[in-house]
C-alpha cells in the first residue's frame, strides 16, 4: 500500500522529532506533505483535498500532526498490516499518550482510506470527521496503542491554545461529553504534577466558558490568544492554581459537570456554531 503521510505544522515544539520519528519509520513506501501555518479549516481541507485529488496514487492517509511523536520505528507498518488485511476499515483511529492528561486518548492519529470523504462546506470544529459507512471505523487503544506522543514538549502558548481549542469542543451541541471529561482529566493531572504548562490549558478554557474567546479566537493565525496569554505568562504554579480556581468559581464550578456545562453552553452561545450531526468525535 502506497501512504500519503499528512502533517499540520503551526510552529509546535515537537516539530523537529515529528519529523525525525516518521524518517525512522521502517515502512518506507510513503510521500509525507507538510501544511504550515494556515487556519484551523483551511489546513484540515488542505490536507484532505490534497490526498483526495491523489487517491489514485495512494491508498491511505495516515496524519501525524507536527505535536504528536511516533512511539516506535514499525507504527507504519503495522497500521499498514491492519488496513491491507481488513478492507472493512476506512478510518483507523490509534490512541496516543497525551502529556496533558498523562493517559492514552482514543482519538489519536487516524488513518484514513482513498475511499473515506470530507463535506468541506460543514461549519465545524471537527474538522477532520470523515464521513464513512457505519461500522467502517476502529478505534484501537490496545493493540497497536500507543501510536505516539501527543504534544511530548509544548511550548506555553501551544498549551493555552490546546486548552482553548477544547474549551469551545466541550460546548458543542454535539461530541461535547468526551471534551468536558478529557479537560476535568487536564485539571486533575495540573493539580497533581504542577506543570505550569498544563496548567495553561485548563486556564484557556475556563476563559472560553468565561466568554473571553469565541470561535475567532482559535485559528493560530489570529493573534488575540498569544496576546490575552501575555496577561498571565508570569504566573508561577501557585498564582495560576488560585486563577483557575477563581474562574471556576465565576463559571459555576459548583454544580454538577454536566449541568455546568450545559448552562455555560447555553450562556455562550456565541461560541457554539449550529453543528450538523457527524460520525465520530474529534481529537
Not at 76 to 91: C, L
Not at 107 to 120: L, P, Q, S, V
Not at 225 to 241: F, G, I
Not at 259 to 266: G, P, Q, T, V
Amino acid at each position: 500500500m502506497r501512504v500519503f503521510v499528512g502533517t499540520l505544522y503551526s510552529g509546535e515544539n515537537e516539530y523537529e522529532e515529528c519529523l525525525a520519528a516518521i524518517q525512522n519509520q521502517t515502512y518506507r513506501d510513503f510521500d509525507h506533505f507538510v501544511f504550515r501555518n494556515l487556519s484551523l479549516k483551511e489546513s484540515h481541507k488542505t490536507l484532505f483535498k490534497s490526498f483526495l485529488d491523489r487517491s489514485s496514487e495512494y491508498d491511505i492517509l495516515i496524519k501525524v500532526d507536527a505535536d504528536v511523536v511516533l512511539s516506535s520505528d514499525t507504527i507504519f507498518e503495522k497500521i499498514v498490516h491492519k488496513m491491507r488485511h481488513d478492507d472493512g476499515i476506512d478510518v483507523l483511529a490509534v490512541a496516543v499518550h497525551d502529556f496533558f492528561t498523562d493517559q492514552l486518548i482514543n482519538a489519536g492519529m487516524a488513518t484514513f482510506r482513498n475511499t473515506a470523504r470530507w463535506d468541506f462546506a460543514k461549519d465545524t470544529l471537527f474538522v477532520d470527521i470523515a464521513e464513512v459507512r457505519q461500522g467502517r471505523e476502529v478505534y484501537d487503544d490496545k493493540e497497536l496503542a500507543p501510536a505516539g506522543i501527543h504534544c511530548k514538549n509544548p511550548a506555553p502558548w501551544q498549551a493555552f491554545h490546546y486548552g482553548l481549542h477544547r474549551g469551545l469542543k466541550s460546548i458543542q451541541r454535539i461530541h461535547s461529553t468526551g471534551h468536558w471529561t478529557y479537560l476535568e482529566r487536564v485539571w486533575a493531572n495540573f493539580l497533581k504534577t504542577g506543570d505550569t504548562r498544563i496548567g495553561l490549558a485548563v486556564l484557556g478554557a475556563e476563559l472560553v466558558y468565561s466568554g473571553r474567546f469565541t470561535r475567532r479566537d482559535v485559528d493560530y493565525t489570529n493573534p488575540r490568544m498569544r496576546t490575552v496569554l501575555e496577561e498571565y505568562r508570569s504566573l508561577d504554579r501557585s498564582d495560576l492554581e488560585r486563577e483557575i480556581r477563581r474562574l471556576r468559581a465565576r463559571n459555576w464550578g459548583i454544580l454538577p459537570g454536566d449541568l455546568r456545562r450545559r448552562i455555560i453552553r447555553e450562556l455562550r452561545s456565541e461560541n457554539v456554531a449550529s453543528e450538523s450531526s457527524i460520525s465520530r468525535p474529534g481529537p
